[in-house]
């Protein structure tokens, strides 16, 4: 599977993104959104099922992201409503071939490459 984000970008306090990962090579399994400040770990911000059935949220973004999916894109979506500077961060998509929804980055098996995320204040 390769997967491919895009959407990233600049946004002032307040505002919104939306991401989107698309996937070429196999149907999407159980996919996921992480991120990644400078120098910092690689943190889980929301999971969600093959059928779009089950979702799951890092606690500090609960109320403010969506992720979603497209099976007939085979892709994968992160709505980001009321951005806050702290959510600026390289945002990475996965997939995983578990039946499971991992919150661990070891828990995936597919990367993309990440896209940009700037949050002014």
């Known amino acids: 599977v390769q997967l491919q984000a895009s959407g990233g970008g600049w946004v002032q306090a307040g505002g919104s993104l939306r991401l989107s990962c698309t996937a070429s090579?196999?149907?999407?399994?159980?996919s996921a959104w992480f991120r990644q400040a400078p120098g910092m770990e690689r943190d889980f911000v929301a999971a969600i099922t093959w059928s779009g059935v089950r979702t799951l949220y890092a606690d500090s973004v609960k109320g403010r992201f969506t992720i979603s999916r497209d099976g007939a894109k085979n892709a994968v979506y992160l709505q980001m409503n009321s951005l806050k500077p702290e959510d600026t961060a390289v945002y990475l998509c996965a997939a995983t071939n578990s039946g499971r929804l991992g919150v661990r980055p070891d828990e995936y098996d597919y990367w993309g490459q990440g896209t940009l995320v700037t949050v002014s204040s």
């Open positions: 090579g196999r149907t999407l399994a159980n």
